[in-house]
Structure formats: C-alpha cells, structure tokens
Nanobody, 116 residues
Framework: VQLVESGGGSVQAGGSLRLSCRVS????????MSWFRQAPGKEREFTSG???????NYAEFVKGRFSVSQDNGENTLDLQMNALQPEDTAIYFC????????????WGQGTQVTVS
C-alpha cells in the first residue's frame, strides 16, 4: 500500500495547479488525508486536508486560495491551488493517516510546485 501523487509543475504567479493523491494497493483501511509542503530550508507544514467527518480544513495562509476535494472517492484527495505566489514554492507531500489498527500513516514521495 502506498500513496501515488500526480500534478505539480511550474507556473507563474497568479496561476493555478492541481495535485492529486490516491492510496494505491489493496487496503481495507480508511484514511484521513491531507497535503503538507516543505520549502527549502524550512520545516514541513500542513496546508489542507479532510477530516474524519469529511470536513475540509486549511492553514490560514492558503484559505481562499486552495481547496480540497474527494471527487474520486475515499482514500483520494485532490488539491486545487489558485492564485499561487512565489512563497508557495515547495515540495508538496500527501499524507494518509488511519485511526484503524494496523493501518498506520502513509506519506507520498512529494511533488514539486514552483511559482515564479
């Protein structure tokens, strides 16, 4: 079982990008999924996610610009990023965390987002 991320790339300031993440492999686990990011020289930080009640939640610095959805069903998470700024440049990581016994926490390999 692993996380598969897609999307990312380079965009000019004010542009948009969309990231997708899904749990790949046979699994009976349910995961709460979220997106983190890590800029060079900085710690990894939470940006957005969906909790166990299907409620989206966002860090203050992305509110109004980023939105998450699970259009492709459970154990997937899409991140729509609008009005991107150079300070959004980072590697974006998908995280899947399960409260179920034996399921644990998964991290994606990361995808680069560059805003110039």
């Amino acid at each position: 079982v692993q996380l598969v991320e897609s999307g990312g790339g380079s965009v000019q300031a004010g542009g948009s990008l969309r990231l997708s993440c899904r749990v790949s492999g046979a699994s009976s686990c349910w995961y709460a999924m979220s997106w983190f990011r890590q800029a060079p020289g900085k710690e990894r930080e939470f940006t957005s996610g969906i909790d166990g009640y299907s409620r989206p939640n966002y860090a203050e610095f992305v509110k109004g610009r980023f939105s998450v959805s699970q259009d492709n069903g459970e154990n997937t998470l899409d991140l729509q990023m609008n009005a991107l700024q150079p300070e959004d440049t980072a590697i974006y990581f998908c995280k899947a965390e399960s409260p179920m016994y034996g399921c644990g926490t998964l991290w994606g390999q990361g995808t680069q987002v560059t805003v110039s």
